[in-house]
């Protein structure tokens, strides 16, 4: 069977476009819930900083504890030592006063640990004592390494020879104060540094007989920098686990993301350089994330090239051969047409050179459309609309062409107000759904006999729109329901012309169909006998609101 040829359309003319440079626009931070490689990343890297602050915080808690504990102690122990002072070194009643010389002998007498160091004061802040004194310590420190001349002193803790007089000034300050602060009547206590740099606890207990304050004693802990040490050795096991869950993950994340990402690119670069048809990718569609999303969009994409590309070279084998034989008609013709001198045959064989190059213009015409039908189907988004007002647009223009007299044109086309659903709106294009039902329609006309009629029907079933073309021509051979969706199958009327139809319409119809998720499928109608009465075109279309995308190439009935 056969249709009419599909309606040349003049390319658009398109607007220039304007180069634009692109907009900076700020990322949109969110969590990413659907990701699950977005997760795995952000999990490990908070992971890794959780035990890195959680050790910080436990051994910053340990510290405090720890200094508080060395406070509690010494205050204890100074409390102690100030009561006997008190009680064994005062004399003078009403006006007490501190015996300096029993004062010293009590503190050389009392145990003093050597991690400590307890001096005693005045009521005016001289120094009456020094358990380093007393004990006949001398403060001594492991000199710096010698240095050849010219070398820079890099073991050294400054240039600045008056940075360690300096020192010396600001911890007695410190202690001065602390002392002041002691003769008011409070004890005191904290951190500070001593004259040999040092961090110390210190601890001023004031020495009181009733209410009068005759002194005070200062005890100092130097091992609050052996405290620190001991903290920073107890949070180097966190910081090694911190390091080593960051390892870890970075590993991870090189193996289970970069590497895979790696061979990916460089099967699309090996597919792109040797021309090949296929990708080879990691085994990693198996997966359930980003990648295993990626390498099956790949493959499929990949897949779908190669189809492309096959029905590309059918397409092409199929033109080469449709047109050589109109072709070698119009070479045989010319060839034959100077040794014709009756002007009669000569008149044929000029009506056989026109018919072929008609039929050719056709071929050029129909295949060019058929070309360009990807390209047009991505240009034009999909919208919604109503199918039945699309029909009504297709049915009226035949109706004004309709004439009686010689089909197709007096072939009228009608349709089923009756069966139409209201609102029967599909996501589609519409141009190119104009040009599936104006091609079914004109492949009706072309197999109905003189002042017949083509009738179009729509109907809504299961959430699908169903659109049928039905005309009372001789029906399909029953092996033909499929080859004639094929490019460029062609079977004709009796008594039509020769290349009258390109066998184009019905595999550009199917395609177009596909394309937007719905069907296509030929049938024929039968009468109570079980005699063929027709051919019936059936389309289905998913209705809006159900439509899901899908292209498969298709073929034609002409």
Do not use: C
Request: neutral net charge.
């Amino acid at each position: 069977m056969g249709s009419v040829k599909d309606q040349d359309r003049e390319p658009k003319d398109r607007p220039a476009r304007r180069l634009t440079w692109p907009q900076f626009s700020w990322p949109k931070f969110s969590w990413p819930r659907g990701s699950r490689l977005g997760r795995l990343i952000i999990g490990l890297n908070v992971l890794a900083l959780a035990i890195l602050l959680g050790g910080a915080l436990v051994l910053n808690e340990l510290r405090s504890g720890l200094i508080k504990a060395r406070i509690d102690s010494l205050t204890t122990q100074g409390e102690l030592i100030a009561n006997v002072i008190d009680l064994a070194a005062t004399v003078g009643d009403p006006e007490p006063k501190l015996e300096a010389d029993r004062a010293s002998d009590i503190l050389q007498g009392l145990f003093i640990p050597r991690s400590q160091r307890a001096r005693l004061f005045d009521a005016q802040g001289a120094q009456l004592a020094d358990s380093y004194v007393v004990a006949d310590r001398v403060e001594s420190r492991e000199l710096p390494p010698a240095r050849k001349p010219g070398q820079p002193d890099f073991g050294l803790p400054t240039r600045d020879p008056d940075a360690k007089p300096k020192a010396v000034e600001a911890a007695r300050e410190a202690l001065a104060a602390e002392i002041a602060q002691a003769r008011l009547g409070e004890p005191v206590a904290g951190t500070r540094r001593a004259e040999n740099g040092e961090r110390v606890v210190s601890v001023s207990i004031p020495i009181q007989h009733v209410r009068a304050v005759l002194g005070v004693l200062t005890l100092e802990a130097g091992d609050v920098d052996q405290i620190i040490s001991a903290e920073r050795k107890a949070l180097l096991p966190f910081a090694l686990i911190a390091v080593a869950t960051t390892l870890i993950s970075s590993f991870l994340l090189n193996r289970l993301i970069a590497q895979p990402v790696l061979r990916m690119a460089r099967a699309a670069d090996h597919v792109r350089l040797e021309g090949a048809r296929a990708i080879s990718l990691p085994d990693i569609s198996g997966r359930n994330d980003e990648l295993g999303d990626l390498s099956r969009a790949l493959e499929e994409m990949t897949d779908s090239m190669s189809e492309r590309m096959d029905a590309i070279e059918r397409f092409a084998a199929d033109v080469a051969h449709e047109i050589k034989n109109p072709l070698t008609s119009i070479r045989s013709a010319i060839e034959t047409l100077d040794l014709v001198s009756d002007p009669a045959a000569r008149a044929r064989l000029l009506g056989i050179l026109q018919q072929d190059v008609s039929r050719l213009d056709r071929l050029v015409t129909d295949i060019s459309n058929a070309s360009r039908l990807d390209a047009e189907l991505s240009r034009e988004a999909p919208r919604p609309f109503e199918l039945n007002l699309l029909l009504h647009e297709v049915i009226n223009l035949y109706d004004a062409q309709w004439r009686p007299g010689e089909a197709p044109g007096s072939v009228r086309v009608t349709f089923d107000e009756k069966m139409a659903p209201q609102h029967a709106r599909v996501m589609a294009r519409e141009t190119p759904m104009g040009q599936v039902f104006r091609n079914l329609v004109d492949n009706a006309r072309s197999f109905s006999a003189a002042d017949g009629e083509v009738r179009v029907a729509l109907v809504r079933d299961h959430g699908r729109l169903i659109v049928t073309v039905d005309d009372d021509g001789p029906g399909i051979p029953k092996e033909n329901l499929e080859t004639i969706f094929e490019r460029f199958y062609t079977s004709r009327p009796k008594g039509k012309a020769f290349g009258g139809n390109s066998g184009l319409g019905l595999s550009i119809a199917r395609q177009i169909v596909e394309a937007h998720g719905g069907a296509m499928r030929a049938e024929n109608r039968q009468n109570d006998a079980g005699q063929v009465v027709g051919a019936r075109f059936r389309v289905e279309l998913p209705e809006a609101g159900n439509h899901h995308h899908g292209h498969h190439p298709g073929g034609a009935r002409e």
